[in-house]
């Protein structure tokens, strides 16, 4: 004998699927539909884009201040200036390259940077110069890089080349058994560093085309108009008996 309980499970199991595929294909037909209507406007789009970049645009160019930044290059050796060393060893090397982080840090101190503005002879202080200065190691290698950043190139080439000629005798006051040296002083940046002008442009466009795609998407899921007989079959099992044409003038009625 059969058991009804196996055959009711079955058709559960049936019906389960049924749904699930149902709701596949309910949300294809809604991406769908939703990919026709940004097809449909895509001129739309372009102009939100469009509007997008120029907003940019204009505000970048009038509202952000451009920053020109000077870069000076140091070498950590660790041994003494002046030491003679007759092969450089793996040892040696891996220790000025944990020694860049350390020289960074001092770098930053008060002690260094109130030496730089002493330098300097501008009407800055410590905490000034520390915000526009930044420091980095270069490709875990012995070199790191100070930059400083300023409106003015000059300015900015000139503060760089002072920490230039501070850093290295301060770095080895603190740091006995090792020097540095300059490998590359700071020279005029000719070009702004920030901002960049096609990332804005970028972000503007995207910006304006994810506005009008939201925009597209809300006002078609709050549109509960029945516009066609797909919409009429997702809200009724009736079949559709027949049609009304629509007559855009009394004219084409007359024909």
């Known amino acids: 004998m059969r058991k009804p309980g196996l055959r009711v499970s079955s058709r559960n199991e049936e019906n389960d699927a049924n749904m699930v595929e149902q709701k596949k294909r309910d949300v294809e037909i809604d991406v769908m539909k939703l990919l026709l209507l940004y097809l449909s406007k895509w001129w739309l789009i372009l102009l939100c884009a469009v509007v997008g970049a120029g907003i940019m645009f204009l505000y970048t160019k009038n509202f952000i201040t451009p920053l020109y930044q000077a870069k000076v290059t140091i070498y950590v050796n660790n041994a003494v200036s002046g030491q003679q060393i007759e092969s450089v060893s793996g040892s040696n090397l891996s220790a000025s390259q944990q020694l860049v982080n350390t020289y960074v840090n001092i770098l930053r101190s008060d002690t260094v940077l109130e030496k730089v503005v002493d330098s300097t002879g501008l009407d800055l202080t410590a905490e000034e110069i520390r915000e526009i200065m930044s420091a980095s190691q270069v490709d ?3 070199l790191f890089d100070i930059y400083i950043s300023d409106p003015d190139p000059e300015m900015a080439a000139f503060i760089a080349n002072k920490m230039a000629e501070v850093a290295p005798g301060e770095i ?3 740091v006995e058994g090792s020097s540095t040296k ?3 002083y700071a020279k ?4 702004p560093y920030t901002p ?11 910006a304006g085309i994810l506005l009008i795609v939201v925009i597209l998407t809300v ?3 709050l549109d509960v108009r029945i516009k066609s007989e797909e919409d009429l079959a997702e809200i009724s099992d009736l079949p559709v008996l027949g049609r009304i044409p629509a007559f855009s003038s009394s004219r084409e009625q007359k024909r």
């Open 172 to 174: 080895e006051e603190f």
């Open 188 to 191: 005029v940046p000719e070009e």
């Open 219 to 221: 006002r078609d899921l």
């Open 182 to 184: 300059i490998v590359d």
């Open 140 to 142: 875990g290698t012995e």
């Open 196 to 206: 960049s002008y096609k990332k804005n442009l970028a972000l503007g466009a995207i």
